[in-house]
């Protein structure tokens, strides 16, 4: 690792471990200052959000947790982390794998994901996921808050190795970007340069709500919301709020009126009748 070093207070890779964002959570908790990053070659017991596992092989994915201590953020912004993680992401995979700008999209909350055509052979049309994003936090609203933001990335993953059950709903930057080999060193390299600033502009009480709404996929979409134990429902997505975070949709009872979905409010967002094409990674 050569650039963006300064802007980590530790940073260390790993063959192999459980999860990267307990690694960082270790770290934080036993007093690391921010930004520390810890990145694996492999998980053993990689975590998804709402209790799913995350699976990539090793060496199919870039897969790295970021540990910090937000003190200048309130707790009701924290979920800003996540997003820049994101964001910076997106802009690093579409650069190192020769992508258009805006390709790539963002799947509400967090997960990165591409709209593809249907295949030869068959091949399901439709939104594909790449990225998946966890955050966790510790202390909330206390005075020495903790978050956790882990993003695991598909790069150099062949789509003939992808997981039966999967294939139809993931993707990887090698198959979007037509074969070409994507180097994890690179893709790494690429998203520290475009997170830093974006946390150095959270840091000052910045956050570029413009980006991040633009790069949303559902907005003007109907969607459907999935909440544990609940029946499901169907829902036109109207837009993000810049400020909460959530999730805007339209309020059925009351036509013209928005309302806000939280995230931890639902297990799932899919496109409705999006057929075989939304994303269960
Ligand atoms: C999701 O889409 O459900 C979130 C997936 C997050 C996976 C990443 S991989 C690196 C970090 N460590 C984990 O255990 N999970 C996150």
């Not at 709402?50 to 200048?72: E, Q």
């Not at 993707?171 to 150095?200: H, N, Q, Y």
């Not at 907005?219 to 959530?246: F, I, K, N, P, Q």
Request: aromatic content about 4%; hydrophobic content about 45%; glycine content about 12%.
């Amino acid at each position: 690792m050569t650039t963006s070093v300064a802007f980590l207070s530790r940073h260390e890779r790993f063959r192999s471990v459980p999860s990267t964002n307990d690694v960082v959570r270790t770290w934080l908790t036993a007093g690391t200052a921010e930004v520390c990053l810890a990145v694996a070659g492999e998980q053993t017991a990689g975590r998804g959000r709402s209790g799913r596992c995350w699976v990539a092989p090793s060496g199919t994915a870039l897969l790295l947790s970021l540990g910090f201590r937000p003190g200048y953020l309130p707790a009701d912004r924290l979920w800003r982390l996540a997003a820049v993680v994101s964001l910076a992401m997106a802009d690093a995979a579409e650069a190192v794998a020769g992508l258009a700008v805006g390709r790539l999209r963002l799947k509400w909350p967090n997960d990165i994901v591409v709209e593809v055509a249907s295949g030869a052979g068959g091949a399901a049309g439709g939104l594909r996921k790449v990225a998946g994003v966890l955050g966790e936090t510790e202390g909330v609203g206390t005075a020495d808050q903790l978050a956790i933001v882990g993003i695991g990335i598909n790069a150099d993953w062949p789509r003939a190795s992808f997981p039966v059950e999967l294939a139809d709903s993931m993707t990887s930057l090698r198959e979007v970007s037509g074969g070409r080999p994507i180097d994890a060193d690179e893709l790494l390299e690429a998203f520290l340069l475009r997170v830093e600033p974006r946390v150095m502009a959270l840091r000052d009480g910045h956050f570029d709500v413009a980006g991040w709404h633009d790069r949303q996929v559902t907005t003007g979409r109907t969607v459907r919301l999935e909440r544990s134990g609940e029946e499901a429902e169907e829902v036109l997505a109207v837009g993000v709020d810049g400020a909460t975070g959530a999730l805007l949709v339209e309020d059925s009872a009351a036509p013209g009126v928005d309302r806000e979905v939280l995230v931890g409010e639902v297990v799932h967002v899919r496109l409705a009748a999006a057929g075989g094409g939304d994303v269960t990674q």
